[in-house]
């Protein structure tokens, strides 16, 4: 590409990231694609059409794909008036948020605009993007289903939508200052300035890039356009359920940065872990059995509920502090100690004041929720000291 840009390792310098951007104006247009070789050539066209007469560009393909994609990218870009890349990856590592972030990495113009390569994200609106952002003096410029003149016709099925909505109206309560004003966070579709973007903080993990953006690197003007979301134009959806649930992971991590939000998540996956706890304690009480054995059986169902969520949801990015079996092992430890300590607790509540089984363990779980929360962080997921093996200095947690 001919158009100057920085390297990827050196965004992470945010005094060099100043320094060295192509001109006020320029957009690197990101496109991250898994197997659109029957995209390519009519999204090229029709940015060919809309964008440089209006907005000197380039256009970076990010690509994970498994087909012949990339070399018709190349192909293809032998007939454009203005720069086309295209980024190979063979460690597809963070999926489509991963392709983004090493665009935004790569992007050296002062406006990076993302869009899909399916031609669901129409071309023509990328230098309204711009013109909005630089009319309006905004760092984030998002083009919007969710408002007046936008719709999301292209969204196929019912189905769809319905999630589509649901994960609007979940992400817009969990993060309502970071994203007032933004109606649409699950678009794939924005601009945003290269100078706000601190790529170093982004965890390419992330499904959903822009809400990643708009929460780790908080641009302080927003502004939205509308836009309708059209229909494939070739090929298929790669979205799957499986991105669903690394979705919810993502939201979970992006809020419990903070140590405080992080325990209410513990208390509240705790909370659930009461279900087969008590669950358990019922079926194998009512089964003939005596309710202190019962006690410690059913203790293990919510043991490996709350384990299991907790790994998956509040501390997936801590994992690798330690081997698997090593953080099993603790937290089992913890959870049996914590049940030795419970035990003599509930026997207090039945036999001293009376208390029926149920209500005993529910208050004694309580009062040892807030010693095996502390316990837990400092034994089985804060990074070990320095000197110690499996510990980088990037391992230090987010917001700590
Ligand atoms: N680089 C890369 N791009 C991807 C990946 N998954 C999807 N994409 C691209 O992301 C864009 C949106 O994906 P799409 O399947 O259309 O999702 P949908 O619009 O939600 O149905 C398309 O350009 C895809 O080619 C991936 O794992 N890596
Ligand atoms: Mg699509």
Redesign the pocket.
Known sequence: MTTPRTGAEELGDPELSGTQVAEPGAVTIV??????SGNIRELLRRITESVPARLPCEVLF???STDDTPDVIRGAAQDCPFPVDVLH?DT?VG??GG?VVEGIRKAGSDWIVVM???L?HPPALVPELVAAGEGAGADLVVASRYIRGGSRAGLAGGYRIAVSRGATWLTKALFPRRLRGISDPMS?FFAIRRSVVTADELKPLGYKILLELAVRCRPERVAEVPFVFQD?FAG????TAREGMRFLGHLVGLRTALPMARMIAFGLIGLTGFVPNLLGLHLLTGAGMHYLPAEILANQFGVAWNFLLIEVLLFRDRRRHRHWADRTGRFALLANADLLLRIPLIALFVARLGMAVLPATALALLTTFVVRFAATEALVYLPRRRGAPRTAQTDAPVGT
């Open positions: 496109v991250p694609t898994f197997n659109e990010v690509d994970d990856r597809p999926g489509l392709a899909d390569a399916d669901q794939g494939r298929e959806s790669k979205s």
